[in-house]
Nanobody, 124 residues
């Protein structure tokens, strides 16, 4: 069982930056692939970025490439999402998720545990 708690969301102007953090409980954090998903109002949840168990491999959705960076610190049971050059269309609730898959997980169906989400609002 993994419990995930996100933080770092807020209101930011277009072009600004935010860093989301996700704290995970448990002693097996390094055995999970971690992902950041987002869900805008009236839209389906989508994967923003994912990171392998060791942190050596990452995956980004096309619209996030070059702007978002996912990272993890297995010693601290933390995963981060650095978001730069934010756009109004990035406005959404952002969720941290953990997957027991051994290969990169890019579908929400691949993830077993979810945080409660943190709101990111980008004003124009």
């Amino acid at each position: 069982q993994v419990q995930l708690v996100e933080s770092g969301g807020g209101l930011v102007q277009a072009g600004g930056s935010l860093r989301l953090s996700c704290a995970a409980s448990g002693r097996t954090f390094s055995t999970y692939i971690m992902g950041w998903f987002r869900q805008a109002s009236g839209k389906e949840r989508e994967l923003a970025a994912a990171i392998s168990r060791s942190g050596s491999r990452t995956y980004y959705a096309d619209s996030m490439k070059g702007r978002f960076t996912i990272s993890r610190d297995n010693a601290k049971n933390m995963v981060y999402l650095q978001m730069n050059s934010l756009k109004p269309e990035d406005t959404a609730v952002y969720y941290c998720a953990a997957s027991r898959r051994v290969t990169m997980a890019t579908s929400s169906n691949d993830y077993n545990y979810w945080g409660q989400g943190t709101q990111v609002t980008v004003s124009s």
